[in-house]
């Protein structure tokens, strides 16, 4: 079964700064497709960037961006200029790209990071 | 226009009770999911409809029982609330290929007393 990790159950940036949230997945599956969400105090899961394991290339939503390395399974958020709007958890997931048929269509979560912005 | 809706945000009710939560969703896809998401925020996958039809059961205990009336919408019905039934509950949708996200709706958090 696969299963998400993230090391930093809580982070802090201070305003303007970069900040790495870490996440790590284990899977015997060659082709997966990974996300960040978002959760801010409003409780809403917001996507913030996606990422399909068959691209080299990595990842990039303005000021978001992910270090994917598929041999280490890792999958790392990079946030530049933070900003307080980016206080909140971040949620790494991990989706089976046999998804398409539909009994293996499921969601695995990290715990989640709690990443705070010092102005 | 929501594209995910769920009702009610907020339910305050007493154990020993029964409940029902609603979601539906306008974005057309095929597949709608219930999770729990825990005190201390960890989400965990409950249900799963592609269809009407159900996919996923997480060893859910069976108070829990999702239905379907069509792919537009999934509601959860709670028999018997317990205390450790209090946590937040969100529905998601989403449609093939999986590299497409999930929407989720706004959550409901429930709240046993």
């Known amino acids: 079964a696969q299963t998400v990790t993230q090391s930093q159950p809580e982070m802090s940036v201070q305003e303007a700064e970069t900040v790495t949230l870490s996440c790590t997945y284990d899977?015997?599956?060659?082709?997966?497709?990974l996300f960040w969400y978002k959760q801010p105090p409003s409780r809403q899961m917001i996507l913030v960037i996606r990422q399909e394991a068959y691209k080299q290339q990595n990842a990039t939503e303005n000021r978001f961006s992910v270090n994917f390395q598929k041999a280490a399974k890792s999958f790392s958020l990079k946030i530049s200029d933070s900003q307080l709007g980016d206080a909140a958890m971040y949620f790494c997931a991990y989706r089976s790209a046999l998804s398409w048929e539909t009994s293996y269509d499921k969601v695995i979560f990290g715990p989640g990071t709690s990443l705070s912005v010092i102005p | 226009d929501t594209a995910v809706s769920q009702t009610p945000k907020y339910l305050v009710t007493q154990m020993g009770n029964d409940k029902s939560i609603k979601c539906e969703q306008n974005l057309g896809h095929d597949t709608m999911y219930w999770y729990k998401q825990d005190s201390k925020k960890f989400l965990k996958i409950m249900f799963s409809?592609?269809?009407?039809?159900?996919?996923i059961n997480e060893t859910v205990p069976n108070r829990f029982s999702p239905k379907s009336p069509d792919k537009a919408h999934l509601n959860l019905h709670i028999n018997s609330l317990e205390l450790g039934d209090s946590a937040v509950y969100f529905c998601?949708?989403?449609?093939?290929?999986?590299?497409?996200?999930?929407?989720f709706g706004d959550g409901t958090r429930l709240s046993i007393l």
């Open positions: 899977t015997s599956e060659s082709d997966y497709y």
């Open positions: 998601a949708s989403s449609q093939a290929p999986s590299n497409q996200p999930q929407h």
């Open positions: 409809y592609n269809n009407k039809e159900l996919i």
